[in-house]
């Protein structure tokens, strides 16, 4: 069932060798034959996550595949169905998720080899041919763009601060967000629709205005300021911030240990979180505290379900941040450049048209 002329060729990128970006390969291919539980997308947008960047390097630990399409993130609208498919018509707004056989409950080592862009083709093409378990319908505030971006970091970002029953942010409580990549910016807007207080770090004296204009209720430079835990600790009143979204290495893990309070949360962000740094967290230190480690890996589609009702609900305030440069599918090369050397704010847009 179709509801426009389909093309014969779609246009992608592929991970044609590891260990750098002269490793992706753009090119143009017949398109496959649609399955019978599938939903040919037409994609108008994805977004980049560090995830992407590490697995074109060589460097992701979680999965991946040679000749992989990357690319977790995507939006576009249905354009064909499979004839078995009966969550979708020609013509629906869709976005991707990051694990596709990741319907709900707990993550298993099944779901997990379902990964999009690393162990199956992902979003960086014209067009893409998807299990219909593997979408959920796009917000209807969003544009193209800004629906792309939802699949890793904003869902990571929601599980982080809603994913547990035990650990839900609710209103008055202090949040603490790091850096300015897709996932803090999303766990800051989160955290402010829900009433909560929010301390943000940047190494960026550019990027604190824009922090704040966020929402952020206080900013720390986690460069001119080594010991920021108990700078941020000192701000709640001295009791410590309630839960820490973690996105950056091991050694930063210290000063959020000392800036959690008794029995709080520190949600560690899947890759990002466990790169580089020579100290381990000691089990003293976390016993010291006795707060609760919770390692987040995106989440599962029932949860992307769930924020896309809540942003829809909340249009003015939760609209997703993207930088001011938006690259073109075939400056793909360039787009990975530009987001690893850090020069982006929150989220990198890829637009197929």
Avoid at 62 to 74: F, L, Q, T, W, Y
Avoid at 156 to 175: I, M, R
């Amino acid at each position: 069932m179709a509801s426009e002329q389909i093309p014969k060729t779609v246009k992608h990128w592929n991970i044609e060798k590891f260990g750098g970006f002269d490793g992706l390969k753009f090119s143009e291919q017949a398109l496959p034959e649609l399955g019978d539980a599938e939903v040919l997308v037409k994609l108008e947008a994805a977004s980049l996550n560090y995830r992407d960047l590490t697995l074109a390097r060589g460097e992701y630990p979680h999965g991946k595949r040679e000749n992989v399409i990357p690319g977790s993130d995507g939006a576009g609208t249905v354009v064909a169905i499979g004839k078995q498919v009966s969550r979708f018509q020609p013509g629906d707004k869709v976005v991707s998720t990051f694990n596709q056989a990741y319907i709900g409950g707990n993550l298993n080592p099944q779901t997990f080899k379902t990964s999009t862009g690393g162990i199956l083709d992902g979003t960086l093409r014209t067009y893409g041919a998807f299990n219909e378990h593997a979408l959920v319908r796009a917000p209807s505030t969003l544009t193209a763009r800004e629906a792309s971006t939802l699949p890793c970091a904003a869902l990571t970002a929601w599980n982080a601060l809603y994913g547990s029953l035990d650990h839900v942010v609710k209103a008055g409580q202090w949040v603490l967000v790091q850096g300015t990549g897709g996932v803090s910016i999303f766990a800051l807007q989160f955290a402010k629709a829900a009433g909560a207080r929010v301390i943000a770090t940047t190494g960026s004296p550019s990027k604190v205005e824009t922090l704040k204009k966020l929402g952020a209720d206080h900013v720390l430079s986690y460069k001119d300021d080594r010991k920021w835990g108990e700078t941020a600790k000192k701000l709640t009143g001295g009791r410590g911030v309630d839960i820490i979204v973690q996105v950056a290495g091991v050694n930063e893990m210290e000063q959020s240990i000392e800036a959690i309070r008794m029995c709080g949360v520190i949600t560690i962000v899947g890759f990002l979180a466990g790169r580089s740094g020579e100290n381990e967290m000691s089990f003293q230190r976390c016993l010291a505290k006795m707060f609760t480690a919770r390692p987040v890996f995106a989440g599962s589609r029932v949860q992307l379900e769930e924020m896309i009702e809540a942003i829809e609900a909340h249009p003015d305030v939760l609209r997703p941040v993207i930088d001011e440069r938006v690259f073109k599918l075939e400056e793909l090369k360039e787009a990975y450049e530009y987001m690893w050397s850090g020069k982006h704010f929150a989220k990198v847009v890829i637009e197929m048209n």
